[in-house]
């Protein structure tokens, strides 16, 4: 069975312009999660999503992030526009249903490097 | 600020030592779990536990949940260079609570 997938593995941007991310969780997985890694540091929640629901976008910067997952399954982050701080990993991950005892599964990551 | 504070940052051993990982916090999980993350991937689950003195055994590593369910920590006996990675915690407080991460103990087995 395939894993979540992420796209692009990488990618370099100027600063100010825009930049999107796409993430396929595992089938059947109704919980996706976006996650900032900084270099050596612990993953911090962007967004959650139950089906095509964001119920939890309280650490999203909402004035230059934005994602979406229409149809329930596949799910897009972008950023418009790119600062500085910005570059970082990007994770997606996705879980069968959510609680606090139920394995996360991720992806390989997007790395952003804003110039 | 980190609810969970992971400690050391960084820990260098060579293969055949024992290391242990903490992973401390001032506020009661109701759940927590050990991820390992290698460079480019992303992290991947090595063990939940969820009941106050709970210890796992997985292989060479020993997880402890503490009494208070507010600690872990991760012991590793004679570490293989294969043990190398990011080593996170992640604690979940209730139902329908997001999990929280740890900041990562970063774990280097020279051969």
């Known amino acids: 069975e395939a894993g979540v997938v992420q796209s692009p593995r990488y990618k370099i941007i100027e600063k100010k312009q825009p930049v999107a991310f796409w993430c396929n969780p595992i089938?059947?997985?109704?919980?996706l999660y976006w996650y900032l890694q900084n270099l050596g540091q612990g993953p911090e929640l962007l967004i959650r999503?139950?089906?095509?629901?964001?119920?939890?976008d309280s650490q999203l910067p909402k004035d230059r992030f934005s994602a979406e997952r229409l149809k329930g399954v596949d799910s897009t982050l972008k950023i418009q526009p790119a600062e500085l701080g910005d570059s970082a990993v990007y994770l997606c991950?996705?879980?069968?249903?959510?609680?606090?005892?139920?394995?996360?599964?991720f992806g390989e990551g997007s790395r952003l490097t804003v110039l | 600020t980190q609810l969970l504070e992971q400690s050391p940052q960084f820990l260098s051993i060579q293969e055949g030592e024992n290391l242990t990982v903490y992973c401390n916090s001032s506020?009661?999980?109701?759940?927590l779990q050990w991820y390992r993350q290698e460079p480019g991937e992303g992290p991947v689950l090595l063990v939940t536990?969820?009941?106050?003195?709970e210890v796992k055994k997985l292989k060479r590593l020993t997880f402890q949940f503490g009494d208070a369910r507010k600690d872990s920590s991760l012991h590793i006996t004679a570490a293989q260079p294969g043990d190398t990675g990011l080593y996170l915690c992640?604690?979940?407080?209730?139902?329908?609570?997001?999990?929280?991460f740890g900041g990562g103990t970063r774990v280097l087995v020279k051969p």
């Open positions: 089938s059947g997985h109704n919980t």
């Open positions: 999503y139950e089906n095509e629901e964001a119920v939890d």
């Open positions: 506020s009661v999980f109701s759940s």
């Open positions: 536990v969820v009941t106050g003195g």
């Open positions: 992640a604690g979940g407080r209730a139902a329908g609570n997001k999990l929280t």
């Open positions: 991950a996705s879980s069968i249903n959510y609680g606090n005892t139920g394995e996360l599964f």
